[in-house]
């Protein structure tokens, strides 16, 4: 291990699809790049089976991140396992500081850092995630051909799943802990009203997941026709996301009422230097994908890179601690 006071031109936090996308465009533009992640791939690498990214009719998506990850090492940019606890500003350096005590110099930051999505804080609710717990219906849908499910929430999000999973499930359960739905969009819930195969159980709640080696059935607090148990094939879990803020909150970016970042169509923050891509920002509204995640990086490094051409070597103390091996 050898310590590096390199100064990078751009710091990218995250490891997922919007983090790689940025980390190829910034070093095909040869801007010093640096990607610090806390876990590799993000939410692709975790969702299973991808098949809505061009060019891979189906790709694990485990396997599409390890491909992104690639790409960007063959430009060299040093990829950082790690957290990054907080980001200080001084003029138009940033310097970040992480979970191993390492720290890190840059000129631009793209915080690339995705969405936290809640969970009903039940036993295997990760461990299962892609195998019959799912926080995605638009992309797992398909999947559920002739089988039952079951849509935990009670937004428009839950509405829109179950519409779409009845095209595809044979019977659609639709749980929420309120006594109706909260706020969907009326042309959703008349969709909803359409679809025969879709049942809906108010006031219940999801406590327990069946299963082996994945998801096999639930268990509610109350009966339904006789039993308190269901055997289901897919949970899909619509009770939102929320994008991790930490980093914008110390930076002073603005965020939206949702709490995403609020990003121009460069993908700049309103804090000069600072650029944000994928489910994080507000710049896909509804529709948080790989695909649009890895475009808003591409659009971030670019942004990146004309700020940088204005304040080369911003920095002038470098970075510590970084190892090149
Ligand atoms: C179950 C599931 C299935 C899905 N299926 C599909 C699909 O089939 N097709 C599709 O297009 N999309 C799918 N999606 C959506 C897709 O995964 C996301 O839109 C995409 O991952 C967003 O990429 P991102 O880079 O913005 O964020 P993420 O993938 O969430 O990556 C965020 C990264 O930031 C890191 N990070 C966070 N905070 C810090 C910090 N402080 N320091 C360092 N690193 C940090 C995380 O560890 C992670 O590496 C699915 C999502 C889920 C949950």
């Known amino acids: 291990m050898s310590s590096s006071t390199q100064e990078y031109d751009a710091l990218i936090v995250g490891q997922g699809a919007a983090a790689f996308a940025a980390a190829l465009y910034a070093a095909r533009y040869q801007m010093r790049t640096i990607i610090i992640g806390e876990t590799f791939g993000g939410e692709t690498a975790t969702g299973g089976l991808i098949e809505n990214y061009p060019g891979y009719p189906e790709i694990d998506g485990y396997d599409l991140m390890v491909k992104f990850r690639e790409q960007a090492e063959k430009y060299e940019v040093p990829i950082v396992d790690d957290k990054v606890g907080s980001i200080d500003r001084t003029g138009h350096c940033?310097?970040?500081k992480t979970g191993l005590g390492d720290t890190y110099q840059a000129t631009t930051v793209i915080l690339a850092v995705g969405r936290e999505r809640r969970k009903l804080g039940l036993e295997h609710e990760?461990?299962?995630?892609?195998?019959g717990v799912s926080f995605?219906?638009?992309?797992?849908?398909?999947?559920h051909r002739g089988n039952v499910v079951v849509v935990v929430g009670g937004g428009d999000a839950a509405v829109k799943g179950a519409v779409l999973l009845s095209k595809y499930a044979e019977r659609v359960y639709i749980v929420y802990r309120g006594a109706a739905f909260t706020r969907p969009e009326a042309a959703n819930?008349?969709?909803l009203d359409a679809r025969p195969n879709v049942e809906r159980l108010f006031n219940t709640r999801v406590i327990e997941l069946k299963g082996n080696e994945g998801l096999s059935g639930i268990v509610l607090d109350q009966e339904v026709k006789g039993s308190a148990e269901l055997a289901v094939h897919g949970l899909f879990l619509e009770i939102g996301a929320d994008p991790r803020t930490e980093l914008a909150h110390q930076l002073g970016v603005q965020l939206n009422d949702g709490d995403e970042i609020i990003v121009d169509k460069q993908m700049r923050t309103n804090?000069?230097?600072v650029f944000a891509a994928g489910d994080v920002t507000d710049a896909g509204g509804e529709l948080k994908q790989t695909l649009t995640a890895a475009a808003q990086g591409a659009l971030a490094a670019t942004?990146?890179?004309a700020d940088v051409s204005e304040h080369p070597n911003a920095c002038e103390v470098h970075a510590?601690?970084?190892?090149?091996v």
Do not use: I, K, M, N
């Not at 990760?126 to 195998?131: A, F, I, K, L, S």
């Not at 995605?136 to 999947?143: E, G």
């Not at 510590?320 to 090149?324: E, K, N, R, T």
């Open 320 to 324: 510590v601690g970084f190892s090149l």
């Open 271 to 273: 804090v000069h230097g």
């Open 136 to 143: 995605c219906s638009t992309c797992d849908a398909p999947l």
């Open 126 to 131: 990760d461990e299962w995630t892609g195998r």
């Open 189 to 191: 819930l008349r969709l």
């Open 303 to 305: 942004a990146a890179y």
């Open 94 to 96: 940033f310097e970040a």
